[in-house]
């Protein structure tokens, strides 16, 4: 990290990085250092989009939020410099302690509500809250981190396998779809996770990320208050409008749901402020269970003893009447089989056609049923899958064979799947029991993200693991945008406009070599490659400064008389401007200028102005 940072342990991994604790040398703090991983260092469009998102959430600053310092690079080593928090996360406090209390919980959710509504207003989404990215302080305070982040990995986490769009665990159903995300996609997620406090587990899980994705699409949450009957109903009606799957539903920010807790915590008498760290809390269960012990009367002990020897000798004389009537019971029945009714092996059945089968068991004293039917790819329409008592195995004639049939290979449809999006397709695919492969291109007419074109086509009939190949679009190519320095902001946001890129955050601020109006600075800076959709940074001028100027009087009386029509003007550093025109009554005229310049007097006559005089200032 250069001469500056220093790397002193590894404390983690996450989903795009592996997290050191380290030492900023230069201010002599510690840090935490978050190495990207090598398939992400060598992605040159993520790491644009990347560094596009690192320097939006350095501009956040909350005490609920972990401050990013810095991103850099050296060599192929790419990092990010953030605030070192020391404490747990929050998915450490809910492995160990199940659930927490509903006061603790929300407590927790108020300052997390704090740190978004902070993020939100400087528009800023964090796309991946999980406890995860939750770290409780020793003090109780919350930590939120990797804000924005998410957005930049959304395109890479299908590639690289990782994760799905985050965690998939408390993914809204629009980042389940792949569609656009806003403030209300981390109130969603949010949701989840106070879900989760509450009860201890996540309301959707699966066998793979898809599955998962499917039933925050299709199913609805169990309300938590089946899973913890004693949760508090108005509590539960919080978290259900905020996993509401109808967007327009849920909270409309973060500071109502925050509204909301909070009211709740005031009537339950619970006092707004950062709670003890769960982490550190005492059970006390173990010490009171040994204090009932030991109250425990003498005499009712000894008592509970012979009832339960008495018990014991009951119990074994019943176990052994029942043994030996079991066993004389049986001894008949396997004698009078064994003796009257004869015994044959069954024939091995497996692939014959069903009439076949049919025949073979006849000619042997046996009957067949169907037990049930199912597809299978290489045994024939009608023929015998499997049988459910085993080929050889001795039975008395007469038995009926349970036999399982074979409806042939199961054949799917394939759906059509153009401009849908990459996410939505390969869960309609994995849904139909089909897989799928991709690759990309660019497309001037597709946005990014959606199917182009698909192999094979709609309809087509595919058996169950076969491959449907998709190409996804990539966007509009990239190109190098242009530089904005000295531009007027309207014709800015006009280039901005036609090619489609979009105008994130506008800061002004004064300039001594810009005028007001003109751009000062810009990012991403001019060169870099560019899309269509992406967001782009611009910084205005104010123009100077108030106190760099300077005041000018000209005093024209008794050189020029009154009613005599004069234009007067300035030239200095800030160009050419005229400060007065018209007829001229004898007043002092003023003027601001700025460093060494001049007044030019002019004097209309014979329909036009004529320079009389110049007068310097310094």
């Given at each position: 990290?250069?001469?500056?940072?220093?790397?002193?342990?590894?404390?983690?991994?996450?989903?795009?990085?592996?997290?050191?604790?380290?030492?900023?040398?230069?201010?002599?703090?510690?840090?935490?250092?978050?190495?990207?991983?090598?398939?992400?260092?060598?992605?040159?469009?993520?790491?644009?989009?990347?560094?596009?998102?690192?320097?939006?959430?350095?501009?956040?600053?909350?005490?609920?939020?972990?401050?990013?310092?810095?991103?850099?690079?050296?060599?192929?080593?790419?990092?990010?410099?953030?605030?070192?928090?020391?404490?747990?996360?929050?998915?450490?406090?809910?492995?160990?302690?199940?659930?927490?209390?509903?006061?603790?919980?929300?407590?927790?959710?108020?300052?997390?509500?704090?740190?978004?509504?902070?993020?939100?207003?400087?528009?800023?989404?964090?796309?991946?809250?999980?406890?995860?990215?939750?770290?409780?302080?020793?003090?109780?305070?919350?930590?939120?981190?990797?804000?924005?982040?998410?957005?930049?990995?959304?395109?890479?986490?299908?590639?690289?396998?990782?994760?799905?769009?985050?965690?998939?665990?408390?993914?809204?159903?629009?980042?389940?779809?792949?569609?656009?995300?806003?403030?209300?996609?981390?109130?969603?997620?949010?949701?989840?996770?106070?879900?989760?406090?509450?009860?201890?587990?996540?309301?959707?899980?699966?066998?793979?990320?898809?599955?998962?994705?499917?039933?925050?699409?299709?199913?609805?949450?169990?309300?938590?208050?089946?899973?913890?009957?004693?949760?508090?109903?108005?509590?539960?009606?919080?978290?259900?409008?905020?996993?509401?799957?109808?967007?327009?539903?849920?909270?409309?920010?973060?500071?109502?749901?925050?509204?909301?807790?909070?009211?709740?915590?005031?009537?339950?008498?619970?006092?707004?402020?950062?709670?003890?760290?769960?982490?550190f809390k005492r059970s006390y269960s173990s010490e009171l269970s040994r204090g009932q012990a030991n109250d425990m009367d003498k005499e009712q002990e000894d008592e509970m003893k012979r009832r339960g020897r008495s018990f014991k000798r009951i119990f074994g004389y019943g176990a052994v009447l029942v043994a030996v009537f079991l066993i004389m019971l049986f001894g008949y029945k396997f004698l009078h089989s064994f003796l009257v009714v004869p015994e044959v092996a069954v024939p091995e059945l497996t692939n014959l056609s069903l009439e076949e089968a049919e025949k073979e068991l006849l000619s042997l004293g046996l009957g067949c049923n169907i037990l049930r039917e199912v597809y299978s790819d290489t045994v024939p329409v009608n023929h015998i899958v499997s049988q459910e008592t085993p080929a050889q195995r001795s039975v008395r004639k007469g038995k009926i064979i349970d036999l399982v049939i074979s409806l042939g290979p199961e054949y799917v449809v394939v759906p059509f799947l153009i401009s849908r999006t990459e996410l939505e397709a390969r869960l309609i695919l994995s849904d139909l029991g089909l897989n799928m492969t991709s690759s990309q291109e660019y497309s001037e007419d597709i946005a990014p993200g959606y199917v182009i074109r698909q192999d094979p086509g709609k309809d087509f009939r595919l058996t169950r693991g076969d491959v449907v190949h998709v190409i996804i679009s990539e966007g509009k190519k990239p190109f190098s945008i242009r530089s904005f320095q000295g531009w007027l902001l309207d014709n800015a946001k006009e280039w901005l406009n036609i090619y489609g890129l979009v105008l994130r955050n506008l800061e002004e601020e004064y300039s001594g070599e810009f005028p007001a109006g003109q751009i000062i600075s810009q990012f991403p800076a001019a060169g870099e490659l560019v899309q269509a959709g992406d967001p782009v940074d611009l910084v205005v001028s104010k123009g100077r400064e108030p106190g760099t100027y300077k005041s000018y009087t000209i005093d024209l009386y008794p050189q020029v008389a009154r009613g005599q029509l004069i234009k007067i003007y300035v030239e200095d550093e800030e160009g050419r401007r005229v400060i007065f025109e018209g007829a001229y009554q004898g007043q002092v005229i003023s003027a601001r200028g700025i460093g060494s310049g001049q007044f030019v007097l002019m004097e209309f006559r014979n329909q036009e102005y004529h320079i009389i005089d110049i007068k310097r200032f310094p």
């Open positions: 990290m250069g001469n500056r940072y220093k790397l002193l342990e590894n404390i983690g991994e996450g989903g795009m990085a592996r997290v050191y604790r380290g030492m900023d040398t230069k201010l002599n703090r510690p840090v935490a250092i978050k190495i990207l991983y090598e398939q992400f260092a060598n992605d040159p469009d993520f790491l644009r989009r990347f560094k596009q998102e690192a320097k939006a959430a350095a501009k956040l600053s909350h005490p609920a939020i972990v401050n990013i310092y810095d991103e850099g690079e050296e060599g192929d080593v790419h990092y990010i410099i953030m605030e070192y928090v020391d404490g747990y996360t929050l998915k450490d406090v809910i492995l160990r302690d199940s659930r927490l209390k509903p006061e603790e919980a929300a407590q927790i959710a108020i300052q997390i509500c704090d740190a978004l509504a902070h993020a939100h207003s400087q528009n800023v989404i964090h796309r991946d809250i999980k406890p995860q990215n939750i770290i409780l302080t020793c003090e109780g305070r919350v930590k939120v981190t990797d804000f924005g982040i998410a957005r930049a990995t959304a395109d890479t986490t299908i590639t690289y396998g990782r994760s799905l769009l985050g965690s998939v665990y408390y993914s809204s159903p629009e980042q389940a779809r792949g569609n656009h995300t806003d403030q209300k996609s981390d109130i969603y997620s949010l949701g989840i996770l106070l879900y989760e406090m509450l009860t201890g587990v996540v309301p959707f899980s699966g066998e793979s990320p898809i599955s998962i994705a499917l039933k925050h699409l299709q199913e609805d949450i169990v309300p938590p208050g089946k899973l913890v009957p004693e949760l508090p109903s108005a509590l539960e009606t919080v978290v259900l409008k905020a996993v509401r799957k109808e967007r327009q539903l849920r909270y409309s920010s973060a500071l109502e749901l925050r509204d909301d807790l909070e009211d709740w915590l005031v009537k339950t008498g619970e006092k707004i402020n950062y709670i003890s760290n769960p982490h």
